[in-house]
């Protein structure tokens, strides 16, 4: 089971706004990959660029469907809703 | 070849009839209509068929009769996987949630239809392409099996004899896994090598489109289609495009074979390894060398995939999971869509770090080798509803075993195909993989051509 500050750290910080059923289920399954994930953390690639290339020049038209995404506002850290 | 065989056989096969106006598309597309009307209830490989699919028949014989042969595609009935947008079919990508995703070509089903193709309907794929099960498709080989996945309904509907090629997608081995388990040629090409524009994404930078088919020359004629940069695809590289043919029927005398004995070799079904030692066998005593290898950053490879498609997938479906269309997920796909939140973005930057040394030191080795041959699948299609097998004396997710052979390829994004290399003591085909550096698809083309030409596992077919 996740506990309050959990609660409030999936919602607030993550946004992974769910119930605390829900938030036990997703943390209990993540549990496995962050396994991996905590051996890629311990190595050292200080020096390596990442496979991301960054142009300034569009690579493809403006897309008119860019839209806010209507979510309710979070509450500020700490506060219950 | 009776009307009831028509579509028993190879693309390659069926063209040069088409051209010569020995076999009229019309009579080939009722054929194939015909067989899925007997066997699909079954397998279930098919969501939706074209209802002008007769129409884009007679089309296409019209245009032939009056000498407008387009070439090897035209009159030839092919089937794209549901995450491939149509004009004229709806886009439902595997989900009962709510989705509106417009009707029009993408840009792949675009090029199939310029060549003369019938796209006459759409696969069942796994929800999102987020799984390798995609129920409630059967395995046509052992039908209380699973086919593989995301693309297990192209899989199963070439192992079924449906088609002869069908498109798949591909983000950590959905081309390939259920090429291997349904028996057929699956091939993921380089990294921007087809548009994947149109294809609803699962994650950017990891997707690949490509064909699934009955033999390698099919999928040559169709990679040779689809290949080309495309504007409206900023993955797509402005490289060019080879004759891919020139990859057929040649000899491999003098080829370098490498295999990563790592990661690819240990955690196999004993039959699986037979299966891929017989193969690496065949090219040894065909004149090829065959040289071992090692690339122990393959231990970190798990982590670098799950961190971007994890992140990936949950940032496509920010929409999903703000509206709470995401509770109409299935539980598997809903619950990994969440996941990714707990991803950060240092760990997303470390797993794109990690692949820039991958890519290096793959780079490396084929200076050393023209293919890297392996298992596309360290297990055969295994028993619906089944979440573990037994592999010696390990107990493992399903999930996690199927794509550990694949994803690799899709890290460093270099062409990788899957072709039949046997069968289990069950009678459930093995795949057997071949990777090549970027853009070297020809070298894959050849090393899997010259196996398939050498071997009678594409004229086995499953009892439907």
């Known amino acids: 089971m996740t506990n309050s500050r959990e609660t409030h750290w999936l919602r607030d910080i993550v946004g992974l706004d769910v119930d605390v059923e829900r938030q036990s289920a997703v943390i209990g399954a993540y549990r496995d990959i962050l396994v991996e994930l905590n ?25 008119e469907a860019v839209v806010p995404i209507a979510t309710p506002t979070p509450a500020p850290p700490g506060e219950a809703r | ?6 579509p028993l056989r190879p693309l390659e096969e069926l063209a040069p009839l088409i051209k010569t106006r020995q076999l009229s598309p019309v009579d080939l ?80 089903v675009e090029r199939l239809r310029s060549a003369g193709a019938i796209v006459f309907g759409k696969t069942r794929m796994h929800e999102f392409a987020w799984g390798n099960v995609t129920p409630p498709t059967r395995n046509p080989w052992q039908q209380d099996c699973v ?26 081995g959905s081309i390939r896994i259920p090429a291997s388990l349904c028996g057929v040629v699956g091939l993921k090409p380089t990294f921007g090598r087809i548009s994947r ?4 994404p699962h994650s950017w930078s990891l997707d690949h489109a490509g064909p699934l088919s009955l033999t390698v020359a099919d999928s040559t004629i169709v990679l040779q289609a689809l290949s080309g940069a495309d504007a409206a695809d900023p993955g797509t590289a402005a490289v060019p495009v080879p004759d891919f043919s020139a990859g057929l029927n040649k000899s491999i005398r003098g080829m370098r074979v490498g295999v990563i004995r790592n990661h690819f070799f240990g955690r196999n079904q004993t039959d699986v390894d037979s299966a891929i030692d017989a193969a690496l066998a065949f090219y040894a005593a065909d004149g090829a060398t065959v040289l071992d290898l090692e690339m122990p950053l393959l231990e970190y490879g798990l982590a670098a995939i799950f961190a ?58 084929f200076l050393d080798v023209d293919v890297i041959i392996g298992p596309t699948s360290p297990l055969t299609a295994w028993p619906i509803g089944e979440w573990t097998v037994e592999i010696g004396n390990e107990t493992e997710s399903v999930l996690a075993a199927s794509w550990r052979l694949t994803y690799p390829w899709n890290l460093a994004g270099l ?21 090549a550096g970027p853009y070297n698809e020809i070298a894959v083309i050849r090393a899997a051509h010259a196996y398939e030409r050498a071997h009678a596992w594409k004229e086995r077919m499953p009892v439907l």
Do not use: W
Not at chain 2, 153 to 170: E, N, Q
Not at chain 2, 419 to 433: M, V
């Open chain 1, 39 to 63: 051996k890629l953390r311990a190595l050292d690639l200080t020096d390596v660029h990442p496979a991301v290339i960054f142009s300034p020049i569009p690579s493809s038209p403006y897309h």
């Open chain 2, 415 to 435: 062409p990788a195909a899957s072709i039949p290399c046997g069968f289990d003591r069950h009678g459930l085909p093995i795949g057997l993989q071949i990777a």
């Open chain 2, 308 to 365: 971007i498609e994890l992140s990936s997938s949950t940032a496509y479906h920010a929409r999903n999971l703000a509206t709470g269309a995401v509770n109409s997920f299935t539980p598997d796909v809903r619950l990994l869509v969440e996941m990714g939140r707990l991803v950060t973005g240092p760990d997303y930057l470390k797993a794109e770090q990690l692949r820039s040394v991958l890519m290096q030191d793959l780079a490396r080795l």
């Open chain 2, 29 to 108: 597309m009722q054929a194939t209509l015909a067989r899925i009307d007997r066997f699909d209830g079954d397998i279930q490989s098919f969501v939706c068929l074209a209802s002008n699919a007769m129409d884009q028949a007679r089309t296409a014989e019209d245009e032939i009769t009056a000498g407008r042969y387009r070439g090897p595609l035209h009159g030839i009935p092919i089937a794209v996987k549901d995450n491939y947008l149509t004009a004229d079919m709806p886009t439902e990508v595997g989900t009962a949630a709510p989705k509106s995703f417009p009707l029009r070509d993408a840009a792949a």
């Open chain 2, 147 to 172: 086919p593989g996945g995301s693309s297990g309904g192209s899989g199963a509907a070439v192992a079924a004899r449906f088609c002869s090629v069908a498109l798949g997608s591909d983000t950590g």
């Open chain 2, 1 to 6: 070849m009776t009307a009831h065989d028509l």
């Open chain 2, 197 to 200: 524009d149109g294809v609803v």
